[in-house]
């Protein structure tokens, strides 16, 4: 028997392979170059959390400052995390080598000077590799837009603070000025015989306290959030319940505290057909809580008018929120959270030593 088509089709086989190897080889190389010049942060990690050696693209080691050679085997929360950091980042990970739910998370990396980066990031199952399973973590740069946001946090509240004194100012400027000269005028015409001037006088004096009392209240600045909001409750036609602390809080956290409860009174005297009404405010957690509620027909629409609308804007801007709750029938909740605690203005700063 001759072997001649045995040899032949061998030799195609050998021939069919090798392309086949070639094709692999070229796609391989595709695979690696998409993955060192894409703009995500990549990096392979095995089962126990430490990094595949080579497995880290240009990203990583450009933004993070770190040669593939130092990264190689160590444990990624152990050198790509800032220590206080470090635990969290652990269980996220070994959370998805365990087959829990993942998702997308932000997050601060580490660079090898001991800068922060601040990242949105990703771990990802891959398909068992021939060297065992493996993880990707990908992670997007996000520094400079924190940055940004920090940046309009910080206008925000700015704008507030620039509002809030002015209208001190004019809050002094009436109290020391216009309603000082009407008081002396009146105590002069009190001497005479014009009673009707008098009372017309009496009136124009009650009013211009009551706008000196809007613009802002003068036993807020002088006595703090407490004593403020007891002279508001005091105003409602209705019974209201005080819970208030009697401490002191920074001054625009004791505004913004007071224009919530002032809004929210505002509304159920004059929509809420309330019998009545009670005021919380609480520390909790690192932030003051301000709760509103009335036993009124409820169905308030938190969008309907400019009080509450500038009021989440005043929120936003200490990094606060403001929500409603009101079911027809069942009453009104505002209540909102303002941040006691200073706001960190996230930045490529050093890692706390």
């Known amino acids: 028997m001759s072997t001649e088509p045995t040899a032949k089709t061998a030799k195609a086989e050998l021939a069919a392979l090798r392309r086949q190897v070639e094709e692999l080889r070229r796609n391989r190389e595709l695979l690696n170059a998409i993955a060192n010049h894409a703009p995500s942060l990549l990096c392979l990690i095995d089962a126990d959390g430490s990094v595949r050696p080579g497995a880290t693209n240009l990203a990583f080691e450009r933004t993070l400052g770190y040669r593939t050679s130092e990264s190689n085997g160590v444990l990624f929360w152990e050198r790509f995390v800032p220590p206080e950091d470090a635990e969290l980042t652990r269980k996220a990970i070994l959370d998805v080598v365990a087959g829990r739910p993942y998702g997308e998370r932000e997050g601060r990396w580490l660079t090898s000077t ?4 601040h990242v949105l990031w990703t771990c990802t199952p891959l398909p068992p590799f021939a060297t065992g399973p493996a993880w990707l973590l990908s992670a997007t740069d996000i520094t400079i837009r924190k940055q940004q946001e920090a940046e309009v946090r910080e206008s925000r509240a700015r704008i507030v603070a620039a509002g809030d004194d002015a209208r001190k100012r004019i809050e002094r400027n009436l109290h020391d000025g216009a309603q000082q000269r009407l008081v002396s005028l009146l105590l002069q015409l009190r001497a005479g015989v014009l009673e009707g001037a008098v009372d017309e006088l009496s009136a124009a004096i009650h009013e211009l306290r009551e706008l000196a009392r809007g613009i802002h209240p003068e036993a807020l600045t002088r006595r703090g959030l407490a ?4 002279q ?3 105003r409602m036609p209705l019974p209201v319940e005080l819970d208030i602390p009697s401490e002191r809080y920074d001054e625009q956290v004791e505004a913004t505290a007071y224009y919530v409860v002032n809004e929210a009174l505002a509304n159920i005297g004059k929509y809420a057909q309330a019998s009545t009404a009670s005021v919380r405010v609480a520390r909790e957690e690192g932030r003051l ?6 036993d009124g027909v409820g169905g308030a629409d938190p969008f309907g008018g400019s009080g509450l609308r500038g009021l989440g804007d005043r929120l936003a801007a200490l990094d606060g ?3 409603v709750e009101s079911p027809r029938g069942a009453g009104t909740r505002v209540c ?3 941040p ?3 706001l960190p203005m996230p930045s490529r700063s050093r890692a706390a030593p």
């Not at 004593?227 to 007891?230: C, P, S, V």
């Not at 809580?289 to 009335?294: L, M, Q």
């Open 114 to 117: 001991g800068e922060i980066v």
């Open 227 to 230: 004593a403020a909001l007891r």
């Open 232 to 234: 508001a409750a005091a």
């Open 289 to 294: 809580v301000v709760e509103v509620v009335d």
């Open 321 to 323: 929120t403001l929500w």
């Open 336 to 338: 909102a959270e303002i």
């Open 340 to 342: 006691l605690g200073p």
